[in-house]
């Protein structure tokens, strides 16, 4: 099941902060290397994550620009979830697409399951489909 946010901002990985994760690298060929991006429901504002196989990310939300570091599951679970944990360690402290800024620090975990293509994934708050933000589209060649 593919959902579109019904509404508020993708960046649940990107939420208040206390204490930064160190990063862990991944294997070269994990699925959520690469870049991606999600569009909100109303079509006005887009965000962009690189993301690295050191564990680190990049995100551009509006014009926010801010820095994570992850770690997410080598393989999904039984029901087709990686566990990530994002943790925000540096922001511009200009707005993202939701009007707020983020604030570096605090933890948060999420469960991404990838469509079977491999192009597209949506992040949960639990191991099911009941609070899912999404879809998060691969971005191919040179893009942000």
Same mark, same amino acid.
């Given at each position: 099941?593919?959902?579109?946010?019904? &509404?508020?901002?993708?960046?649940?990985?990107?939420?208040?902060?206390?204490?930064?994760?160190?990063?862990?690298?991944?294997?070269?060929?994990?699925?959520?290397?690469?870049?991606?991006?999600?569009?909100?429901?109303? &079509?006005?504002?887009?965000?962009?994550?690189?993301?690295?196989?050191?564990?680190?990310?990049? @995100?551009?939300?509006?014009?926010?620009?801010?820095?994570?570091?992850?770690?997410?599951?080598?393989?999904?679970?039984?029901?087709?979830?990686?566990?990530?944990?994002?943790?925000?360690?540096?922001?511009?402290?200009?707005?993202?697409?939701?009007?707020?800024?983020?604030?570096? &620090?605090?933890? @948060?975990?999420?469960?991404?399951?990838?469509?079977?293509? &491999?192009?597209?994934?949506?992040?949960? @708050?639990?191991?099911?489909?009941?609070?899912?933000?999404?879809?998060?589209?691969? @971005?191919?060649?040179?893009?942000?």
């Amino acid at each position: 099941m593919w959902m579109r946010a019904a &509404g508020g901002c993708a960046l649940m990985l990107l939420e208040i902060a206390a204490a930064a994760a160190p990063a862990a690298p991944l294997r070269p060929d994990h699925p959520l290397i690469g870049t991606w991006r999600i569009t909100l429901p109303d &079509g006005l504002c887009s965000e962009t994550y690189r993301i690295r196989a050191d564990g680190t990310t990049l @995100v551009f939300s509006h014009e926010e620009i801010a820095e994570s570091t992850f770690t997410i599951s080598d393989q999904p679970d039984k029901d087709g979830f990686y566990e990530e944990t994002d943790t925000i360690i540096k922001d511009n402290g200009k707005l993202d697409c939701s009007g707020k800024v983020t604030k570096p &620090g605090k933890p @948060v975990t999420s469960y991404l399951q990838f469509h079977p293509s &491999g192009n597209m994934f949506v992040m949960c @708050v639990e191991r099911s489909f009941d609070r899912c933000i999404g879809p998060f589209i691969r @971005v191919r060649g040179n893009a942000i």
